[in-house]
């Protein structure tokens, strides 16, 4: 049987946000209920190179499919400048679960950024207020494309305010997007002022404040990934409504990391996690919500949705180079 090979630009085709969207909150309510396997993301630390490589395996069961995979991922920092290299590449191993045939080998730096703009984009369906129509974008990165491209599949969004200290990544965002929506450069302030706001930063001190944010406010805070990283201030999440993807891997890297091991925030701050949102076991925004916050650290099992988006849609696109990886 032959294995899939699926560059960046077939990965792009086949992942169509709103089947992204679909499979990521599958995905959740799954997790939720207990049909995945999902190992603990384990690091290789490479001081040498200043960099690390992560891998991510999970096997989920959707209602009417299921499906397994790992993404092996590295963080160089030094790799644009040294190399011209991009920080982070990502490659998918979709397997069969039942004969571990490996269906195919995708991109997986394209099917990141979709996963995780799906993520954002269910959180924001459960979490935002139903008539929003501004998007607030703090970080004008690779990342801030996609939160728009999944947001606008659950909300009209027709205002789109970006804040970033570089001038030339508004530009380039506007030159995208200043066609389809009204785009706005903005402080921060301005940004979290939206009834929607993604903050797509690497930062370690927190950027946007009380003040920042508006009355009912959604925030996707999708920037930290790793020890030490922290968008928002802690005054900001303690007067939240805050809902996480996974409680272990954010009160390790998430949002939520760094006033845990403060001792600022515990687990009585943490309203749930968005699987049981999804699934009706708590609810998601109700009249009495102020701010929400949705923090995000990426969870495998989003890679395998995703990825099974991606191959099967690939033969209806026939894209990708099939080969024999596996002789029968």
């Known amino acids: 049987m032959d294995t899939l090979l699926l560059d960046s630009s077939d990965v792009d085709e086949n992942a169509q946000m709103g089947d992204v969207v679909a499979a990521v909150e599958a995905a959740f309510a799954a997790y939720e209920e207990g049909r995945t396997k999902m190992p603990a993301k384990s690091y290789v630390d490479l001081p040498k ?6 891998s991510m395996p999970a096997y989920m069961a959707a209602d009417d499919w299921d499906a397994a995979g790992i993404k092996w991922v590295n963080v160089h920092p030094d790799n644009p400048e040294n190399f011209d ?78 804040s970033d200290v570089r001038d030339e990544a508004v530009e380039r965002f506007k030159d995208v997007y200043g066609d389809d929506f009204d785009v706005e450069r903005g402080e921060i302030s301005d940004a979290a002022h939206c009834d929607i706001v993604s903050t797509v930063t690497p930062v370690e001190d927190p950027i946007v404040t009380p003040d920042d944010v508006g009355e009912h406010t ?40 760094v006033p845990f091991s403060t001792g600022v925030m515990d687990a009585d701050d943490i309203y749930g996690e968005i699987g049981e949102i999804v699934t009706g076991v708590r609810d998601g925004r109700t009249s009495d919500d102020g701010v929400t916050v949705f923090d995000s ?21 026939d894209n990708g180079t099939p080969f024999e990886l596996i002789q029968t």
């Open 49 to 54: 190179y200043n960099g690390d490589f992560r």
């Open 85 to 162: 290299l991009p920080t982070v590449m990502g490659t998918m191993i979709y397997s069969d679960p039942e004969t571990a045939v490996p269906l195919a080998i995708m991109d997986g730096t394209e099917l990141t950024m979709k996963r995780t703009g799906a993520a954002a984009a269910v959180a924001t369906d459960y979490l935002a207020v139903e008539d929003a129509t501004s998007l607030g974008i703090v970080g004008a990165g690779v990342q801030s494309y996609t939160q728009l491209d999944a947001i606008a599949q659950v909300r009209d969004i027709q205002t789109v305010v970006v």
């Open 218 to 257: 959604h925030i996707n805070a999708m920037g930290a990934d790793a020890e030490g990283k922290h968008e928002l201030a802690d005054d900001v999440l303690l007067d939240a409504k805050v809902v996480i993807d996974d409680f272990e891997q954010c009160t390790h890297s998430g949002e939520v990391n």
């Open 297 to 317: 650290t990426g969870l495998a099992i989003q890679d395998v949705a995703a990825a099974h988006v991606v191959y099967e849609h690939a033969f209806e696109n």
